[in-house]
């Protein structure tokens, strides 16, 4: 089931998000993420949080909805390719007709999960904080042709 975040779950949540990106991205210093812990539990509630549950309504994965922006979507390793990250894109989409997000270049299995969620990358951007090149990827309800 996907639903809103109920606030009693923020510490879950967090445990996902840093148990997720440590997962993810093996070529980021662990040390980044321990120390945007503090940033992300008091940037969480700004955003549209959408939580993927389990039949006893316990968070398998979450995504992060800020004025179609995606903050990130992180998904519990346990429920990974099980169809939990498709359902919570799909949830976005419902409530938007554009969406963007960043996804770091070397995140090659996400990459590849957000093309087939028919995200396309529009731009190469670095990010100077874990020096990593990263992708801005956008998808669109239908197919406008931006002139830009």
């Keep these: 089931m996907i639903r809103k ?14 148990t997720s990106n440590l997962e993810a991205h093996p ?16 940037d969480l509630p ?15 994965g979450f995504i992060g909805i800020m004025d179609n922006y995606i903050a990130g979507i992180f998904v519990k390793s346990t429920a990974r390719s099980q169809g939990v990250g498709h359902k919570l894109i799909a949830q976005a989409k419902e409530n938007s007709t ?3 997000l960043n996804v770091y270049q ?19 951007e670095f990010d100077k ?9 956008r998808w669109t309800s239908n197919e406008v042709v931006d002139f830009k």
């Design 46 to 60: 700004k955003a549209t949080i959408y939580v993927a549950t389990d039949a006893k309504d316990q968070p398998l």
């Design 129 to 137: 904080t874990v020096k990593e090149k990263e992708y801005l990827m």
């Design 5 to 18: 975040m109920h606030e009693t779950e923020l510490e879950s949540i967090l445990d996902i998000w840093l």
């Design 27 to 42: 070529f980021v210093a662990k040390e980044y993420w321990y120390e945007n812990l503090a940033q992300v539990k008091s």
């Design 98 to 100: 554009m969406l963007t």
């Design 106 to 124: 070397k995140n090659e299995r996400a990459v590849a999960f957000y093309q087939r969620e028919d995200f396309k990358i529009i731009k190469t």
